[in-house]
């Protein structure tokens, strides 16, 4: 299975938004943090920032929405033109209702756990979400360590994606590197967002390609 590399604008330099997306254009994804400073303690952007970086992105855009009451907010990320809204299950009053919406609007629906979240009250409701986002770090902010104990769900999350025949998605999100892609792989992840490794590294692109390869050759035949 092909590995989606998606790096994450949060480890960019927010004053040169643009170019720093420019620098990413060989990944599959440009992964976009919003956080509204209640969902986590940390804020970034919003729709009118959001907007504009859509349309100058030369790769789609996954969002991701740390956000409270996504129900409200979601779908209009949806209509700026990302290509992958995922919103927080923890957040969220009516997650079925929200990603059908989503998808109606054109946009993949992406279901997101935090790292105490179990997945197993989603497993049913797969069909209704095309990526499940395990998150491998307590979200809120950029460069922290990946927590090991959340590879056992990546793999029960993977296990029942393969049992259902649907083909729904699984990323891993927070301090994946070069030193933890392949377990999260191996575990059954096929996205990978990567924000402090790719824009601290000495060459963008060339780190690209190295977590690309590092995660095709560890990923389990699912
Ligand atoms: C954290 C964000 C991540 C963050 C990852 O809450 O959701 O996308 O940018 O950063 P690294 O890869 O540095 O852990
Ligand atoms: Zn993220």
Redesign the pocket.
């Known amino acids: 299975m092909a590995a989606l590399i998606a790096p994450?604008i949060?480890?960019a330099d927010f004053a040169n938004l643009e170019r720093d997306l420019n620098a990413i254009e060989t990944a599959d994804y440009a992964?976009v943090?919003v956080?509204d400073n209640h969902f986590?303690p940390n804020l970034t952007l919003g729709l009118p920032v959001f907007e504009r970086l859509a349309q100058v992105s030369p790769v789609p855009i996954d969002a991701?929405l740390?956000i409270e009451d996504p129900d409200r907010w979601a779908p209009a990320y949806a209509e700026a033109g990302a290509a992958s809204v995922t919103f927080h299950a923890e957040a969220a009053a009516a997650p079925v209702r929200l990603a059908r919406e989503l998808r109606r609007l054109g946009a993949r629906a992406g279901l997101a756990l935090r790292p105490a979240t179990p997945v197993e009250p989603f497993l049913d409701l797969l069909a209704e979400v095309d990526m499940i986002l395990v998150?491998t770090?307590?979200?809120?902010?950029?460069?922290?360590s990946f927590i090991e104990g959340t590879l056992p769900k990546i793999r029960r999350a993977r296990e029942a994606v393969s049992g259902s025949g649907l083909d729904v998605w699984i990323q891993v999100?927070?301090?994946?590197?070069r030193s933890t892609i392949e377990r999260a792989a191996e575990a059954g992840a096929n996205v990978f967002?990567?924000?402090?490794?790719v824009y601290g590294a000495e060459s963008v692109p060339d780190e690209i390609q190295a977590l690309r390869e590092l995660a095709e050759a560890s990923a389990h035949a699912h």
């Open positions: 994450s949060l480890s992964h943090d956080m986590v991701h740390m998150m770090v307590e979200p809120g902010f950029g460069g922290q999100d927070g301090g994946v590197s967002v990567a924000g402090s490794a």
